[in-house]
């Protein structure tokens, strides 16, 4: 298996300017999780899916952050308008939800973003 | 709401030499532990895992670690480290039930002294 496989790794782009993320989990996983690194505020969950369906968007900074999941090999992240303190690693994360527990995630290498 | 707090920020140590990276963790019942490592540029490796039974977990590339409900700790050992295992190690607690709710700690950055 290829793995969790995120894109773009590296984007650049204007203040104002709509930005996708995407993201293909591991096939066969049925949670798939978005966060957010950043040197100040560490590791944060953006939101989480379940069998395509979000479970928990607490941790979504505000409506300008919207994520879908439309069905179990694809999801996306996007951030309309951008802003500069929005700047970050994204990364997409995804796990084998079994008996309500998730065992091990397995993340993506990461999208770079870069909000000028 | 669950937490995880890592005092230390970084920590150098000489290769060969024992390491223990600090976690502890904000639960109200019995938590899932986890260990994850990342590599520069990467994403996060899962090293090992605690959910229930024997409080002294192994891990991957020669980890453990020991949850201590007392202390709530679950801290992070090796015995000889190598320089190859310079990175950032990141302690993460999740939730019982409701998908598994993982958060993370904000880190401890090794560096290995040759």
């Known amino acids: 298996d290829a793995g969790v496989i995120q894109s773009p790794r590296h984007e650049v782009t204007e203040m104002g300017q709509e930005v996708t993320l995407r993201c293909k989990p591991i096939s066969g996983h049925n949670s798939l999780f978005w966060y957010r690194q950043t040197m100040m505020r560490g590791l944060e969950l953006l939101i989480y899916f379940n069998n395509n369906v979000p479970i928990d968007d607490s941790g979504m900074p505000e409506d300008r952050f919207s994520a879908k999941m439309p069905n179990a090999s694809f999801s996306t992240l996007k951030i309309q308008p951008s802003e500069p303190r929005d700047s970050a690693v994204y990364f997409c994360?995804?796990?084998?939800?079994?008996?309500?527990?998730?065992?091990?995630?397995?993340f993506g290498s990461g999208t770079q973003l870069s909000v000028l | 709401a669950q937490s995880v707090t890592q005092p230390d920020i970084h920590i150098t140590v000489s290769e060969g030499a024992s390491l223990e990276l600090r976690c502890n963790y904000s639960y109200g019942a019995t938590p899932y532990l986890f260990w994850y490592v990342q590599s520069p540029g990467q994403g996060l490796q899962l090293l090992l895992k605690?959910?229930?039974?024997?409080?002294l977990v192994q891990g991957i590339k020669g980890f453990e670690a020991e949850f201590k409900r007392s202390q709530s700790s679950f801290n992070l050992r090796k015995p000889s480290v190598h320089w190859s295992d310079a990175a950032e190690y990141f302690c993460a607690v999740g939730s019982t039930g409701g998908g598994n709710k993982l958060t993370f700690g904000t880190g401890t950055q090794l560096k290995v002294e040759l």
């Open positions: 994360a995804s796990s084998l939800n079994s008996q309500g527990r998730n065992e091990k995630l397995f």
């Open positions: 605690y959910f229930s039974g024997d409080t």
